[in-house]
DNA sequence: TGACGCATGTAACTCGTTACATGATTCT
DNA sequence: AGAATCATGTAACGAGTTACATGCGTCA
C-alpha cells in the first residue's frame, strides 16, 4: 500500500497526467521508494476505482490524448489518515550485508569488486541526493515549487525543513554505506592480501 | 534468489533439520535478510529439488521423524558463483523516509509517535545486533562454532572478522537511524510547538 | 523521414506476507 | 494433564520485476 501514498503524496503537489507522474515521481518520491512505471499506471487506475483520484481527458495534439488525475476529497482523507497511523517497520533484506557476512567464500578479486561497486553505487546515489537537496534548499525543485503554491508563505519553512530532513537522513546512510564499503576493502587487502589477482 | 543464499549460508555452517534453520536463521542470518518460516519450509523443497541440498529422515521420538537438510557439492558450488557474482542493488523503500518528507501532513502527535516508534525500534534493534556482535567477538556464537570447525584454526580470524565487518555496518546504520529520528523529534517540537496535543 | 520524447499500458512471473492448519514430544 | 516447544507446512493474496507492446507528436 505504501506506494498508493507515494503516488498520493506526490499528486498533492498538484494535478499530472500518468506519463508526468511517472517523470516527477523518479526525480523525488522515488528517493525514498522507488517504483518503476509497470506498477505506477496499474495503480493509477485502481486509485481511480476507489475514488481517491479522479481523472480528466485532456486532449494532446490532433488526435492524441492523455488523461490527467486530481486527487479527490476522499484522497486526500486517505492521505492524512495514513500519515498518521503508525509506520510498518521494515524487516532488514540487504543483500550487500549478506554477502559481506560470509566474504570469507568468495574471491578476493570478487569481494573487492563486490565492495567498489557498492562503494559507487551509493557514492553516486550520494551526489544525487545531495543536488536534490540543494534543490530543495532554494526551492527550485519543481514538484516543491507547485506544492508550496497552494500555502501560505508563513507555512513554507515548515514544509520545506521536513523534506530536507527526509534527505538529511538518506544522506547519512549513504554516508555511513561508503564509509563501511571503504572500511571493508581495507580490511580485504589485510586478510586477502593486497596483490592483484 | 537471495534467501536460497541466505539458506545455504547458513546450512554451511552444519546440516539442520527445517526446523532448526528457522530457529538459527532468526538469530543470525535474518539480520541481513528476513524471512518467515512460511517461506524457509517451502524454500528447502526447492533447494533439494533442485539438488542443493539432499535429506535425510531422522526419526524423532516414538513416531515422529524429522527431515535433516546437508548442503550438497552442488550446493557449495552455487554458493560460491553467487558469492563471486555482482550484487543486485536494491533501491529505496523506506516507508519512515517517505512519511518524515511529508510530515507537514501529518498530526503532531502522529508525527512525534512515529519518530518515537521508530527510533524505538532501532534503540532495540541496535541492542540486539551489539549483543550478537559481542557473540562473534568472543566466539560464542553457535552458528559461528559449528562452522569454524570446518576449518583450520588459522582461518578462524578471518572467518570471524567478515561477520564482524558485516555486523558493524548494520550497526552503523542501526545509530545513524536513532540519530537522525531524534534530530526528527526536536524538529518537530520546534516546527510545531512542544505542547502536548 | 527518422530519432527522440510523450503517452499508456499488459502479461507472465517471482517474491513476500498473513493467516491458518495439524500433530508429536517433552517438560513440569 | 496441560503448556511449551518441536516439527512441517498450505492457501490466498498482494507487491514487485522484467520484458514486451503500441502509437502519436515534435523537431532537426
Given at each position: 500500500?505504501?506506494?498508493?501514498?507515494?503516488?498520493?503524496?506526490?499528486?498533492?503537489?498538484?494535478?499530472?497526467?500518468?506519463?508526468?507522474?511517472?517523470?516527477?515521481?523518479?526525480?523525488?518520491?522515488?528517493?525514498?521508494?522507488?517504483?518503476?512505471?509497470?506498477?505506477?499506471?496499474?495503480?493509477?487506475?485502481?486509485?481511480?476505482?476507489?475514488?481517491?483520484?479522479?481523472?480528466?481527458?485532456?486532449?494532446?495534439?490532433?488526435?492524441?490524448?492523455?488523461?490527467?488525475?486530481?486527487?479527490?476529497?476522499?484522497?486526500?482523507?486517505?492521505?492524512?489518515?495514513?500519515?498518521?497511523?503508525?509506520?510498518?517497520?521494515?524487516?532488514?533484506?540487504?543483500?550487500?550485508?549478506?554477502?559481506?557476512?560470509?566474504?570469507?567464500?568468495?574471491?578476493?578479486?570478487?569481494?573487492?569488486?563486490?565492495?567498489?561497486?557498492?562503494?559507487?553505487?551509493?557514492?553516486?546515489?550520494?551526489a544525487?541526493?545531495?543536488?536534490?537537496?540543494?534543490?530543495?534548499?532554494?526551492?527550485?525543485?519543481?514538484?516543491?515549487?507547485?506544492?508550496?503554491?497552494?500555502?501560505?508563505?508563513?507555512?513554507?519553512?515548515?514544509?520545506v525543513?521536513?523534506?530536507?530532513?527526509?534527505?538529511?537522513?538518506?544522506?547519512?546512510?549513504?554516508?555511513?554505506a561508503?564509509?563501511?564499503?571503504?572500511?571493508?576493502?581495507?580490511?580485504?587487502?589485510?586478510?586477502?592480501?593486497?596483490?592483484?589477482?
Amino acid at each position: 500500500m505504501a506506494l498508493r501514498y507515494a503516488l498520493l503524496a506526490l499528486l498533492t503537489s498538484r494535478p499530472m497526467t500518468g506519463y508526468d507522474v511517472s517523470k516527477q515521481f523518479s526525480q523525488s518520491v522515488a528517493h525514498v521508494w522507488h517504483a518503476p512505471d509497470s506498477q505506477i499506471y496499474p495503480e493509477l487506475n485502481r486509485m481511480e476505482r476507489d475514488g481517491l483520484l479522479e481523472s480528466s481527458v485532456v486532449p494532446w495534439g490532433k488526435k492524441g490524448t492523455k488523461k490527467e488525475y486530481a486527487v479527490t476529497e476522499a484522497g486526500v482523507k486517505a492521505f492524512r489518515e495514513w500519515m498518521d497511523s503508525p509506520i510498518e517497520i521494515r524487516r532488514q533484506r540487504e543483500p550487500a550485508y549478506l554477502k559481506a557476512a560470509y566474504l570469507e567464500w568468495a574471491e578476493p578479486g570478487a569481494a573487492r569488486a563486490e565492495l567498489e561497486q557498492f562503494r559507487d553505487y551509493w557514492t553516486e546515489h550520494l551526489a544525487m541526493l545531495e543536488a536534490t537537496r540543494a534543490t530543495l534548499v532554494d526551492r527550485s525543485h519543481p514538484t516543491l515549487a507547485s506544492r508550496l503554491e497552494h500555502y501560505d508563505a508563513a507555512q513554507w519553512d515548515r514544509i520545506v525543513r521536513y523534506k530536507i530532513f527526509a534527505y538529511d537522513g538518506l544522506i547519512d546512510q549513504a554516508r555511513a554505506a561508503i564509509a563501511w564499503a571503504e572500511r571493508g576493502l581495507v580490511l580485504v587487502d589485510e586478510l586477502e592480501g593486497s596483490t592483484v589477482d
